[in-house]
């Protein structure tokens, strides 16, 4: 399973958090993660195995759409910042846009992507 992980700058450090706390889950082999350029080295520093994209501002968030799109990217945790203006906004939007036509689930935030995840824990371990 594939996980995209993307936070704005003003997010990082929940994001960061919120990694560390699902850190065994996401050390799983059938795990793997994916980011964005800054959100990636943040992940790399507490130990995970990334495939880094370009920056948000630099395209990786159409990266990601693009895998999304590709059926490759099976989930997307982008923790955006909702009380800050995007110069990329319409990337952003893009990436949702695409979840949304292609059935992806996209959290937006701790909460949400704190379910997602207990649910394909769940899911992984009764195979």
Known sequence: ME?????HDGMKADMVQFLNKNLAFLKRPEIKLIATGTTGSKAEKIGLEVTK???GPRGGDAQIASRVAEKKTDMV???KDPMSSHPHEPDINMLIRICDVHDVPLATNDATAQLLFEAIQVRLDKK
């Open 3 to 7: 996980i995209a992980i993307i936070a």
């Open 53 to 55: 994209m370009l920056s």
């Open 77 to 79: 945790i982008f923790f």
